[in-house]
Each structure stands twice: as C-alpha cells, then as structure tokens.
C-alpha cells in the first residue's frame, strides 16, 4: 500500500515503517479504547508520554516524543469517528479468501454489495464482527481492518493483524488476544459472514506517521531538530539570489518596509524562513510577492541580462588547456548538440485555461535557462482556494514587471467552484478532450484510460510552476510519478499545523521552506486532549519561534479601524503594529454617530450561560436576546449592513451559533442567511467583515471560562472587523482570565464599556440611543467657543442696567460644563 508520497530526491519511509505503524492499530481492542476514553475524560495525561520540547538532540530523541503522541491522536480519531455518528450504518459481508503475508498480516477479500463500495474508500478504518454492533449487545469476536483498495463494484480487500494485539508502543510487543484468534477462524472459513462498521478514515494521518518517520532523511534534518541553523551570514550570501530591476522596483513600490523584509529573507536562499503575519498585514499578498521573486530570480553568480555579476575566480588556464577542457566537457562542438534535436514540448510558453480570467500567459525570454517547482500548501482547502483565487485574479509579476498567469494546478478534493478551472480533475478532462478526435469513437480500455489520465496527471505536475495542496493531499501517491522535484514549499498558515503534517510536504526534497502563518491566531486542531496537554498541538513554526529562531514579522496592517487595531497589537504583538496610510477615514462609518455602535464597544450582560443535554458546547439564551435586538437597530437605521457580506454575529460555541441561526430564522425568515453571517470562531478565520458582533456566552461566578480562554480564539473574534468590533459578554465572568482582563479594562479606559440590564428593549430606545451620539470634535469646539463668547458678553454687561435682564437670563450659562452642552464623556 502506497500511502507515503515522496517525490524523488527523499527517501521514502519503508514498508517496515508503516507496517508498523498499521500493526499497532490494527491489533487495538476498539471496545477497551471507548472504555478507556471514557474513564481518562479530564483526567491528567497518560504515563510514559513526554512532553513536546522546542530543540532535540537527534531523530531518535524526536521520535520517541512524537510517535507517541501520534498514536493517542489515532486513538481520539477512532472514539471520534464513532461520536459523530449517532445511528453508525452497518453493512453485511461475506469472506472470499484470507491469505497470510510475509508481515504477518491477513489479506481479506470481501464480498459485498455494491452500494457499500461507494461508501467506503482506500484507508478507510472498519469494524468487522461477528454480531452487529449495538449498545445493548457487544460483539464477542471483533477486529479492526484497513482498506488497502476497492476491487471492482463489489469486492474490498482489506488488511488485517491478527497475530496478537500492540499494548506497549515502545517494544512493539504483542500479547496473546483470543478475540483475534476467534476472528482468524472465522476468516479462514468459507464463506463467513461478517459485519462491518465504518469507523473513520486514516488517510490523513497515516500520511503524517510516513512523514514523520522520514525525518531522518530530509535534507535539513539537523535544523529541523535543532530548530536552529548554524551556518554563517557569509555563506547565504554566497548563494543568494537577485531579481532584475524592473521586478525589484514593482515589489519596492508595492510591499511595505515588513514585506519587502520577508521576501528579501527568502532571497538569502535560508533553507527555512519563517513569516509572521498578524491580522490585516497582507500575508496573502506577501506570499503573491514572494511567488513573483521566487520564480524569477537568478542566483547572483550567473549571467543575469547580459551582465556578469562578481564571482570568485580561479587562475585563468592557458587557452591551449581551455581547449582541451572544452573538448572533453562538450564533445559535440565538433559535431552535432543532441540536444538541439530536442524540440520544447507544452513549456512556459502558455497556461492553463483560467475562467474569466483576462490576464496574459507568460513568455518566456531565453535569458531564464531554469524555472523554479514550488509547491504551496495550506493545512485546509478553503485556506488553500483563498491563496488560488487571489493568484488568478492578480496574477503575478515576471522579471520585465508585466502582469501574467503562470501555469499552476490545484490538486485535491473539494476544490471551491471559483478555482475550478486550474483544479486537476478539471485540467485532465480538458487535455483529453483535446486528445486527437479521430480516436473519438475508438473504444478504450478501463486500464488504458486510467493509464492515460495518470499520465495527463504527472505531466501537468511537471509542467506546473506552481502546484497546490493541502498538506496532507501532498503525502499521495500523485506526486510519486513526478519527474521534477519541488525546489521550494511554501506552507501557508503553518501555525496551524500539528509538526507531522508540516512535514509531509518537505519529504519531496525541496532546497528552501516558507512557513507564513501567526502563531497567536487560531492553533491547530489536535482531537485528543491527552496528546494536547503534551505539547502535540504546538506548531513547527511556533516551536522554532519558542526556540528564538528569526521570524519575520510583517507589521503594517490595513484592515482594522485604529480603535480595534490598538488592544490586539498591544495585547498579543509586542504593541508593534503600525497602521496602513488613512486607516482612520477609510474605516469611518455611519454608525460611528453612536458611541455604543463605535469602533470598539464592550456590552457587560450578566447573562445565565447553560450547557444543552449530553454536549461539551455552551449556550447564553441572554445574549441572544440582546445581540437579536442590537441587530434589528443597526439595520433599522443602516440597511446597508443587511447583507453577509457587512455583518457578522461570531461565537466560540457551536451551540450558541446554532441558537443564533435559528431565533435569526424565526425573527428574518428562511432568508436570514442571506442578510447575516453567522459561525464559530474557527469559522471566521482568515475572513473579515465591516461589523463583526462577538457573543462570549461564558457567565458565572468563578467557575471559569472554558476555552474562551484561549487567546488565540479571542484574538481572532476581535480582529474580524473592519470598523465595528462589538463584543457581548459577563464582564466580571471574563475577567477571570487575564488576556480578558486587559480587554475589559481597555473598554473602561475609552469609554467603551456599557452596563445593560433587562429590558434589553429598553436600551435601544429613541431616547436611550440619542443620549449615546458622540457629538463630533468640530461641535465640540464650535460649542465651547460659543460658551466663551457668552461668558465674555456677561462679563462686559455686569454693571449696565439695561442688561441686568440678559445677565439674570444668562445666570445658569455661568454654571454651565460639558455635560450640559450635550456632550458625552468622550
């Protein structure tokens, strides 16, 4: 089974390894993993587990960290495939044959209908038993089984262990299970039927294990451990790269002082660069300037438009010896260059169709004498669609400055259907309908024609400048038939990642590795809670980053309104954010006229937080409420904001969107989709809007704040607004935590913190909402001087008796301050 993926120029983990890998899990007691689970729910982390550290002292070390921690990973996959089914579909089959092989293994072959082929897919993990499984009756004999593949409509050949089950991770030891020598027998019977349950796919982190188990064999696999990188200054500078000047100047006067930073970084050819993007600095248009540098520089020791730049050279030889080394070197400049009878063939000289896209296919001048492979990843595939989408709408740059569309493709599943043009399955059926028509009505066999589209395949990787993946879809065996290696990775949101998925793209022997993400944005999602109080969730770039490693940090943002802009910079990043050019006007609104509608405005609700039957999740029916009736007065009085596109109610809690979906439903109609966007944190990530409305839902008194707490959540809900961020949420339940502390006490200090009590109607009252209009500054001023005026009038007239009326009249003005010229406290 070729699950590993490895392009050539890295070593591909040997079957051993995976066997291994599939040996342990397959040996599991599924029955004692749910017990197991059950009983350890919030219980300290499993003994023998070492704690993720930022620098290893070799692979070994590495691994006996990480292997671990990837199997109760495994473990909380397996118990969770089972949770999120509440009524799992079971299927009968019957056994065809079972055969040994030299591993140790059982290969199965499965007869079963053909509705359950389509089903279940290759590494795909079932549950085989003798007796259904139902709660009220267990199965006495049971095993777990691999899907290697599919065989024909109704056949699935699986893979089994069943020699003993793996207790001890370390040794690799089996113990004696009669439950799996009850199901040898039952396999060696003809013609035993079976049930099977479909527990999860393992694909993903099958794909993981591979790569991490080739650690040993990457190129820079002591900076990988070290997390440090021991060579000098002198030595990239040796191998850095230039590009032409009309690009230099074009990324010069496009890119900030941050950008141009990391990409000049990225020029120094440093095997590993890591950039930091915070919220609004133009990650995605940094890694778009980095693909147009990249693919277009030269290394500074070669020709370059016509020019020779310095390098160190040894004593001339005499022309006599020159001709000598020529001849040996080039035979063929006494005869015929076999390489002019190789005619180009599909090169850089066009592009991929791109639907609506005007821009114009690269030309390739003849100075360019090697183009760059670059392989861009993205832990999930809307994170991945976003970086394509933005390519095939900008383009990028070449060496002359002129706007092109490079070859790329978007391998994977579930591409969005604005990128389909570029996406594989897409790019395949258009170079077989292209295939020469009078084969049209030649009939093809099933295999020529998967033959056929393999090879359409691996051309159109080779041929691609610029490949997309996820990380995991870069681990498949599509990429094994590659001609070319990938010279470069980029991993965008790489802070999202656990470590064993950030490698799967770095086994295909790439010389240089971006990883952009920001590590106090959301983190990576790590199922069992054993393996996260280890460490295991912690990213490769922030275990560089703790480890003191040099990160670019892009400082410029151009998203948030100064107000939002302020807490998060001072907060999470060093106060080291700086504001792009007219920021403050360009994210001024309407409803700014309202204090409580303002840049940033905390709502204190004590609010009764509850927790729905048999859920982890939290709801706040108070909030609710509250948010229901803050929404109707902004689109009252602001209808441009009744669109997705202007306003968003953002939660933690799944629940709690839940709720917020349904009341919008009840209150707007089957349509309120359309006018509000509503999800989790999680949901919002990489995403932005005018006004963004934050329910907290967590109220109570000292019982904490869940995983509200996690500062990352919380920096992301804040910074997705543009220019309204207003939060709803128990001031006094939040300040338990410190992160929400500071964000309570920042409110006060501008005068943004509002109490709200019931009725809650009766705080958007006309006359509740016209005691919040912040007067404007130019009033302000205007106002006073009037007051100073009037004073002055009083002053002059104070012993005329003919304005002894006016003076009586203007008594009051004497005592006048701010607040009774209707201004705020602002």
Known sequence: MAIQ????????????????????????????????????????????????????????????????????????????????????????????????????????????????????????????SNEKFQEATLPSTYAFALVEYR????????????????????????????????????????????????????????????????????PFKDLILSAADKSTDAKYEDRSWNIPRPLMEYLESNHNASQLKAIRAGLSRKPFVLIQGPPGTGKTQTILGLLSAILHAAPARV??????????????????????????????????????????????DGFF??????????????????????????????????????????????????????????????????????????????????????????????????????????????EAAIVFSTLSFSGSTLFTRMNRVFDVVIIDEAAQAVEPATLVPLAHGCKQVFLVGDPVQLPATVISSTAEKMGYGMSLFKRFQKAGYPVQMLKTQYRMHPQIRSFPSREFYSDSLDDGPDLDRSTKRPWHEYRCFGPFCFFDIDGVESQPSGSGSWVNVDEVDFVLLMYHQLVTKYSELKSTSRLAVISPYRHQVKLFRERFRDAFGVQSDQLVDINTVDGFQGREKDV????????????GIGFVADFRRMNVGITRARSSILVVGSASTLMQDEHWSNLVKAAKDQNCLIKVSKPYASFFSQGNLKSMLVVKEETKVQLIEKHLELLEANTVNDGDPVGEGDHEGNADDDNMDVDDMGFDED
């Open 303 to 348: 020709q370059s438009k016509g020019a020779l730049s310095t390098i160190r050279c040894k004593p001339e030889l005499p022309v006599q010896e020159k001709y000598c080394h020529w001849t040996k070197a080039s035979p063929w400049l006494t005869a015929s260059n076999p390489r002019d009878l190789i005619m180009p063939t599909d090169g850089d």
């Open 692 to 703: 963004a409305i934050f329910s907290c839902v967590r109220s109570n008194d000292g019982k």
């Open 353 to 462: 169709p791109t639907t609506g896209n005007e821009l114009k296919p690269e030309v390739v001048t003849s100075n360019r004498k090697y183009r760059v492979h670059v392989l861009v990843c993205a832990p999930s595939n809307s994170a991945l669609d976003e970086i394509v989408l933005r390519l095939i709408n900008t383009g990028i740059r070449d060496e002359n400055d002129h706007v092109y569309n490079p070859k790329i493709v978007r391998i994977g599943l579930k591409p969005h259907h604005s990128v389909q043009a570029v996406s594989m399955d897409y790019l395949v059926d258009q170079k077989l309908a292209s295939v020469d028509r009078s084969m049209a009505g030649t009939a093809k066999h099933g295999d020529t024609a998967a033959l056929d589209r393999d090879r359409i395949r691996s051309s159109i990787l080779d």
């Open 151 to 218: 065989d024909g409509r109704e056949k699935l050949k699986l893979r089994t262990f069943l020699a003993g089950e793996v207790r001890k991770i370390i040794t690799d030891e089996t113990e004696s299970s009669p439950r799996l020598l009850k199901m040898l027998s039952v396999f060696k019977a003809t013609n035993s039927f079976l049930w099977i349950l479909k527990i999860s796919s393992l694909s993903t982190i099958m794909r993981e294990y591979a790569a991490l188990r080739s650690i040993g064999s990457l």
């Open 5 to 128: 993926g490895v392009g050539k120029g890295a070593a591909a983990p040997s079957a051993s390894q995976l066997a291994r890998f599939q040996r342990i899990v397959l040996s599991w007691d599924y029955l004692r993993l749910l017990k197991e689970h059950s009983q350890k729910k919030g219980a300290a982390a499993s003994s023998g587990l070492k704690r993720v550290k930022a620098t290893y002292k070799d692979v070994a070390d590495y691994m006996n960290v990480f292997e671990p921690l990837l199997f109760e990973e495994v473990k909380a996959h397996i118990v969770q495939g089972r949770d999120n089914e509440e009524n799992p579909e079971c299927y009968k089959g019957v056994v065809v044959s079972c055969v040994e092989d030299a591993n140790g293994f059982h290969m199965v072959s499965m007869g079963v209908k053909s509705e359950v082929t389509e089903e279940i897919s290759e590494n795909d993990l079932l549950l085989l």
